[in-house]
């Protein structure tokens, strides 16, 4: 079985299990788990900043974010179809009392900086307070320039506020763009990468910033119930991904372009769209629900029109995915 509904399927590698079950243990809760904080270093000064801290998830990494950057009538402003903004549940609002500010964005992730401008509150006891910026690279795959980014940290050094990254595909970035990852996370306070996503750990995120705000990262973590013991074996997982599956995911992108182009050479230019390592189809109902059945007897999962690419899709499955589209 092929899955491309998300890179999130990925079952962890022989080598990976291997680091796993060899990560040498400690209870975390009390900073004792070397393997733990061996990767809180590494995505820390592989990003160039200060200190890491380790999370079960994506969600609870920006979340521990945005409690950390924000307090109680404070606000986040943040793009209308962010993860942040849209997929979190709300935990901001829901336990920190933190009132979102969607602005409208586009497919590459870019938020319309003018409405950005005129939604940022002046001092004044009438408005939440404006305190973070919240970006994220890539969106639906599409990686974001360094023009904006700079143009937006301009913005919050204008208006003093914080600039928050969700970079759970952020290596995906910086493969496409062939730049070291550090360079990607300059422009921003704190960035939040998923080990769980293309890079094929079975869990985990890492929070990543200076030092003095990972300390308090780690006070919401205990709140929220991500304090966890030997989670050392995670976390091998974590380290094993960073050093071993980065430079390869400019295969699955080179996979999604092969994917691309014979979508666009059967249905035409406009009916498929690659970015990074994710196809976003754009066919009628009736068409998309046809082709997917095709797949689905060729043994590949598709979902809705976002086909996404992984290190369990191997180049056998992308010439069969090929041949069957040809042939549709
Ligand atoms: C997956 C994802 C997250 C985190 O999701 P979890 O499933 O909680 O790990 C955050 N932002 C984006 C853009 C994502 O794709």
Same mark, same amino acid.
């Given at each position: 079985m092929t899955d491309l509904r998300s890179d999130t399927v990925t079952q962890p590698t022989e080598a990976m299990r291997e680091a796993m079950l060899t990560a040498k243990l400690g209870d975390d809760v009390y900073g004792e788990d070397p393997t733990v904080n061996e990767l809180e270093a590494l995505a820390a000064s592989t990003l160039g900043k200060e200190a890491g801290l380790f999370a079960p998830s994506g969600t609870q990494s920006n979340l521990l974010a945005l409690l950390t950057h924000c307090g109680r009538g404070d606000e986040y402003l943040v793009g209308n179809n962010a993860h942040t903004y849209r997929y979190e549940g709300g935990g901001a609002a829901v336990l920190g009392g933190i009132q979102p500010q969607p602005i409208t964005m586009n497919l590459s992730g870019e938020l319309d900086l003018e409405e950005l401008c005129a939604s940022i509150?002046? &001092? &004044?006891?009438?408005f939440a307070r404006s305190r973070l910026l919240c970006l994220e690279n890539t969106h639906g795959g599409s990686v974001l320039s360094a023009h904006f980014c700079n143009q937006v940290r301009d913005l919050c050094n204008k208006f003093d506020l914080s600039l928050h990254l969700d970079g759970a595909r952020l290596f995906n970035a910086a493969v496409a763009q062939k730049k070291h990852p550090k360079v990607l996370a300059e422009a921003f306070d704190t960035v939040s990468i998923c080990l769980s996503k293309g890079l094929g750990a079975p869990v985990g995120s890492v929070l990543i910033g200076p030092r003095e705000f990972i300390n308090q990262a780690r006070r919401w973590r205990k709140v929220v119930g991500g304090g966890m013991r030997q989670a050392g074996m995670l976390a091998g997982a974590g380290i094993y991904a960073l050093q071993n599956h980065v430079e390869r995911l400019s295969v699955d992108h080179k996979n999604a372009q092969t994917v691309c182009a014979v979508l666009e050479r059967k249905f035409g230019t406009d009916s498929a769209r690659c970015a990074t390592n994710m196809i976003h189809l754009d066919l009628s109902e009736k068409i998309y629900a046809s082709l997917s059945k095709t797949m689905s007897a060729l043994g590949v999962k598709v979902g809705r029109p976002r086909w996404v690419f992984h290190l369990d899709v191997s180049s056998l499955d992308v010439e069969r995915i090929c041949g069957a589209i040809d042939s549709f």
């Open positions: 509150k002046p &001092d &004044d006891f009438h």
